[in-house]
């Protein structure tokens, strides 16, 4: 929960893509409202980066549960991306795997839309 928590806090403050690249394994894949599943580090932060003169947007996230077993984990809870003034909100679950070093990375990331 605590690297969720983490992960979640540099979203906001150095902005989706950095936290991403930060706390993706190289490995891991993405999977989105039904969307082609997108694999590995560098393809996930190229899909989340803004092409030139876009809005900015922000992604907010909060963990609300989650469980450990060994050397993997994982975390859900919900989120809110705000682009062009539109929110919009959704269900995450993230799967974390704990490297040889200690260090807890995101292997799998899912999301959904829940307009709740």
Excluded: C
Excluded at 35 to 55: K, M, N, Q, T, Y
Aim: cysteine-free; charged content about 30%.
């Amino acid at each position: 929960m605590a690297a969720e928590r983490q992960f979640a806090h540099e979203s906001v403050e150095k902005g989706a893509v950095e936290a991403f690249r930060d706390h993706l394994d190289d490995d891991a894949v993405e999977l989105l409202n039904g969307a082609d599943p997108i694999h590995g580090r560098d393809a996930i932060v190229r899909a989340l980066e803004s092409p030139p003169g876009s809005p900015k947007s922000t992604l907010e996230w909060s963990p609300e549960d989650g469980m450990v077993s060994g050397d993997l984990g994982y975390t859900w809870g919900h989120y809110k991306i705000t682009e062009n003034g539109e929110t919009k909100r959704g269900k995450y679950m993230s799967v974390w795997r704990r490297d040889g070093g200690g260090t807890w990375k995101v292997v799998a990331d899912m999301g959904n839309n829940d307009p709740k």
